[in-house]
């Protein structure tokens, strides 16, 4: 089996449009975004990221299915 890498670098061209959406779109309330998150407690922020990455996981696959 190959790499694709045309289908990985899409996909890191998309994580890069979304990643910045959230500055381009609501650049003035960015900072008090940042700081909330920055008071959460670590445990905190590992939940939602494993929640972003089981939701990541979730649509991958339903599209590739």
Do not use: C, H, N, Q
Not at 3 to 15: M, Q
Not at 45 to 56: D, F, K, N, S, V
């Amino acid at each position: 089996m190959e790499f694709d890498w045309k289908t990985f670098l899409t996909a890191l061209g998309l994580a890069f449009v979304l990643e910045g959406l959230p500055y381009f779109l609501a650049a003035e309330r960015m900072p008090t975004v940042l700081r909330f998150l920055s008071e959460r407690p670590a445990p905190e922020l590992r939940r939602l990221g494993l929640t972003a990455i089981l939701a990541g996981l979730l649509v991958v696959t339903l599209v590739r299915w």
